[in-house]
């Protein structure tokens, strides 16, 4: 993408809204627009990086066995009357009256239309278990909407659904996407901690929220200090093994959430206890026939007889990490993106607009780069080197590729690591096939 044909309206100036460094950091690199309070455009920048978010979640969502579908983000009103939350949701529930003066709402969360899907369709044991997904807009009507998209009113949530002819099948679901979570951060290059939890609105009695810890972060988290020593969380997983004893073992060093840390029967010691913030940026649920008996989700079991079936829900904020990965990776330059949720892997910067031989060999460069699959952000226009080098690091791309008058004298181009800012001066083949387009 040439930088001249793009859109990508970077600001100079800190906004004055805009009280963390995620959040002023977005507005700055020009990834996203605040339309009204708590609801954002994407614009392609950002968008370029929410895309990347939400493959890594899809991808490792379809690893674990989970089926995705789409449901929409508007609801009939009916069906939450029947479990019971219509009422108990309140405020932060948007609710629309349609032209035949039907009660609808805008989703907040999608437990009972999946039920109301699965009921239809699924009648046998045989046809268990069931882990259904999708990556759809939410809208919360927050008291407090803030901290841009980690806290807004529309976002982007993965939520998924599963469902179980009993305990032991709904527990073996849960430890799936227990790991599959672990996997889905450690590929965006967070380290998310798994924190025992409340169940809040959602219900149930077994949830962990996932923790990026952060001192911006909303939570108030708890953890043994080994959490923060250990490598980050990736690791190869055989979904069809027994997980439990996996399972365990992670969850035997201590993190929980402020909601239900206990000072008094906390086993850590005082000198390992972390008592830290943290982002929430997913959380899972096991709460069993909380819906599926009101609702009347019932499979027949092996002797024929009507079963409540066993349900979990899983949640990750898609928009919020986007925020996360922000919060735990920049500096005072910019954003620092790690490689697999980059918007543009490398960041190619011609020096000289005007100058003939620098055209040629930056356009070189970047039809090669191109062609081999590479995605290039081109800066091919009339700005200052300051400008530009100011721009590469504001946007975080990991590469910067700089072609100049001087370097070309030589035979050479610069590349730049942006994350720990390493600096060498090598041939354009070289640079080629170093960044995979040689
Ligand atoms: N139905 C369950 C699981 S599917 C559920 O709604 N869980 S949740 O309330 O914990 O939300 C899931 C994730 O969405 C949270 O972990 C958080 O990362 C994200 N999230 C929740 N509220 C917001 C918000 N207002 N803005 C941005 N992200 C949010």
Not at 124 to 144: A, T
Not at 217 to 241: H, K, N, T
Not at 301 to 328: F, H, K, Q, T
Not at 409 to 419: I, T
């Amino acid at each position: 993408m040439r930088l001249s044909a793009y859109f990508l309206p970077l600001l100079r100036e800190n906004p004055s809204e805009a009280q963390i460094v995620s959040h002023r950091l977005m507005l700055r690199a020009g990834m996203i627009r605040q339309s009204s309070a708590g609801i954002y455009s994407w614009l392609p920048l950002g968008l370029r990086v929410l895309k990347k978010v939400e493959r890594i979640v899809r991808e490792e969502q379809d690893a674990a066995g989970a089926l995705e579908l789409l449901m929409p983000t508007i609801q009939p009103a009916e069906l939450w009357q029947e479990s019971g939350r219509y009422e108990d949701y309140g405020k932060e529930m948007l609710r629309i009256t349609d032209r035949h003066e039907r009660a609808m709402l805008y989703g907040p969360t999608n437990e009972e239309l999946i039920t109301d899907i699965f009921r239809d369709s699924i009648k046998s044991y045989r046809d268990l278990p069931k882990n259904l997904y999708h990556i759809q807009w939410k809208f919360r009507d927050e008291v407090r909407p803030r901290f841009g998209v980690m806290r807004g009113r529309e976002f982007l949530m993965k939520d998924n659904y599963s469902f179980d002819l009993d305990v032991k099948g709904a527990k073996h679901s849960y430890f799936k996407m227990f790991f599959a979570y672990l996997r889905t951060f450690a590929r965006m290059g967070l380290r998310a901690i798994p924190m025992r939890a409340e169940t809040g609105p959602i219900g149930g009695d077994l949830s962990h929220e996932f923790i990026v810890l952060a001192e911006t972060g909303e939570s108030q988290v708890f953890c043994d200090r080994a959490w923060l020593e250990s490598e980050i969380l990736d690791m190869a997983v055989d979904y069809d093994s027994d997980l439990e004893p996996q399972f365990l073992r992670w969850t035997s060093l201590y993190a929980a959430t402020g909601d239900i840390h206990d000072a008094k029967a906390c086993p850590v010691p005082e000198d390992r206890l972390v008592t830290a913030r943290g982002i929430e940026v997913g959380q899972i649920f096991y709460f069993g026939t909380k819906y599926s008996a009101p609702m009347k989700a019932v499979v027949a079991g092996p002797d024929g007889e009507p079963v409540p079936v066993e349900m979990g829900s899983y949640g990750i904020g898609v928009s919020r990490l986007v925020g996360a990965i922000i919060e735990a990776s920049h500096d005072e330059a910019g954003i620092i993106w790690p490689e697999s949720v980059a918007p543009f892997k490398v960041g190619l910067v011609n020096l000289r607009a005007g100058d003939r031989r620098c055209v040629a060999a930056a356009d070189d460069l970047y039809a090669r780069l191109t062609r081999a699959g590479v995605e290039v952000l081109y800066d091919d226009r009339d700005d200052s080197p300051g400008a530009k080098f100011a721009a590469m690091d504001l946007i975080g791309l990991p590469y910067q590729l700089v072609v100049g008058p001087r370097g070309l004298d030589k035979g050479v181009v610069e590349l730049k690591k942006r994350a720990g800012g390493a600096r060498q001066e090598l041939s354009p083949e070289a640079a080629l096939t170093l960044l995979g387009g040689g």
